[in-house]
């Protein structure tokens, strides 16, 4: 009499209500052992789409992920309408001539780029800010994001967190004195309800506002390209 296969190896999208999720088909280390701990696969998740949602801008959301930038080799960024002027002492030194920043005048051109640059399979990081977003919209950009194995991460505004998104991982990030106290919000696996407190290491006035536009004249940036963006 053959065994029954267990639930989690059935497909890689199942697991049992008292389990974490397996892992995505690629993550990338956060560079913090206790938010690794708390995401299936034991970091951000390739070729999915999470969600970030903040009480303001420049509370530490870009320095979050400077480890796994660091991390990515060979990485390309591409920032669509940031709140700031990038602040260059918050990148790696790597990254500084790779990032392309983005500024379309409409929301619906920012998505529209956003979708692009998903399907081109030509970039290593997305960075997407919207302040209004709907649900048909988000659940394109997820899907697009999973056509390649690009970080794609959408920072929304702190109400979003009662609103439904399609997004796999969703975190709330508050400022601390030290760093970031996250909230898992959305994951694949049971719910968590502690916060991950985070310490960010050399925390300056410059890495804390996180798009500082006193630092933007040496972030070498490129403007928008038309065949993205108009």
């Known amino acids: 009499m053959n065994t029954p296969a267990s639930l989690e ?29 708390v995401l299936p696969g034991g970091g951000w998740p390739l070729g999915e789409l999470i969600e970030f ?14 480890p796994s930038l660091t991390a990515l080799e060979a990485a390309s960024v591409v920032l669509i309408q940031p709140p700031y002027p990038p602040c260059a002492t918050n990148w790696p030194t790597q990254l500084a001539s790779s990032c392309l920043w983005l500024r379309p005048q409409h929301a619906t051109d920012a998505l529209w780029a956003a979708e ?9 990081v997305l ?20 056509a390649g194995r690009t970080l794609c991460v959408l920072y929304r505004p702190w109400r979003a967190c009662s609103q439904a998104s ?17 909230h898992v919000l ?32 040496s972030f070498r940036t490129r403007h928008p390209h038309p065949t993205l963006a108009h």
Do not use: M
């Open 166 to 182: 399609p997004a796999s991982l969703r975190l709330s990030l508050q400022p601390t004195p030290q760093g970031l106290s996250i």
């Open 9 to 37: 190896n059935l497909h890689p999208a199942l697991w049992r209500a008292s389990q974490l999720a397996q892992a995505p088909a690629a993550v990338v280390d956060t560079g913090y052992a206790p938010l690794n701990d």
């Open 186 to 217: 959305k994951r694949r696996g049971h719910p968590h309800s502690s916060p991950v407190l985070l310490r960010l290491a050399t925390r300056t006035k410059a890495s804390h506002h996180g798009l500082d536009s006193s630092t933007f004249p």
């Open 127 to 146: 960075l997407l800010w919207q302040q209004t977003l709907s649900f048909q919209a988000a659940r394109r950009l997820h899907l697009a994001a999973q």
């Open 116 to 124: 692009q640059v998903l399907r081109s399979r030509s970039f290593t």
């Open 53 to 66: 949602c903040l009480p303001q801008a420049g509370i530490g959301e870009i320095h979050l992920l400077r």
